[in-house]
């Protein structure tokens, strides 16, 4: 809204007022709901350092306990493609200052062997607990990490919207508001002056 565009009358003047004090209630909530965000995001990043570090070492245990497997029983293919593919795994969504998070449902079941002893060793049941693990933390590392993702885009969109509220809607109405009280000042000013001409040419 441009100043020079409103008519400067008294209930352009309370309505501007209005819209004034609504834009600065909205920047406050843009500014509540962008440092909820924020922290929310915060400790959900120090959760996926944690997990980033334990996924590592534990993918690397795995790797070599797995390279060891196959070198003391050849290549453990057809030992792996007889592993059960995971269907455990459910999603649902809680909500945080309206903004959608995944929230991933797993039940761990118990670890059980899908291939026999006589023609494996201990390294590659080490292996399999291991990945086991990996797959655990890899459930909870995709939902932490997509929450992430989620809370930095709705940040940056709050972000946008409350700078746009400070910087351009708010000092607009405020231009505004400048511009009809002066406007009606001065023809307060001029109606008092014609007044006082009429009062004293009537009493000539």
Do not use: W
């Amino acid at each position: 809204m441009v100043a020079e565009q409103v008519f400067p009358t008294k209930g352009n003047l309370l309505s501007t007022k209005k819209s004034l004090q609504l834009a600065k209630m909205g920047f406050d909530l843009m500014d509540r709901k962008r440092n909820i965000l924020n922290k929310e995001m915060m400790s959900l990043i120090d959760k996926a350092k944690s997990i980033r570090g334990e996924i590592e070492a534990t993918y690397g245990n795995a790797y070599k306990a797995l390279q060891n497997a196959n070198v003391t029983l050849g290549i453990c293919d057809d030992i792996a493609n007889g592993v059960p593919v995971e269907d455990g795994i459910r999603i649902s969504y809680r909500s945080v200052m309206g903004v959608e998070l995944p929230q991933i449902e797993y039940h761990e079941k118990p670890l059980r062997l899908t291939y026999g002893f006589s023609q494996t060793n201990s390294q590659l049941d080490y292996a399999y607990i291991c990945f086991a693990r990996v797959k655990n933390l890899t459930v909870t590392l995709a939902e932490v990490e997509n929450s992430i993702y989620r809370l930095a885009n709705a940040i940056k969109k709050t972000q946008k919207r409350a700078n746009a509220l400070k910087n351009i809607i708010i000092p607009r109405f405020e231009g505004t508001i400048k511009y009809i009280a002066d406007a009606l000042e001065e023809k307060e000013r001029e109606e008092f002056s014609r007044l006082k001409v009429i009062k004293v040419t009537k009493a000539k």
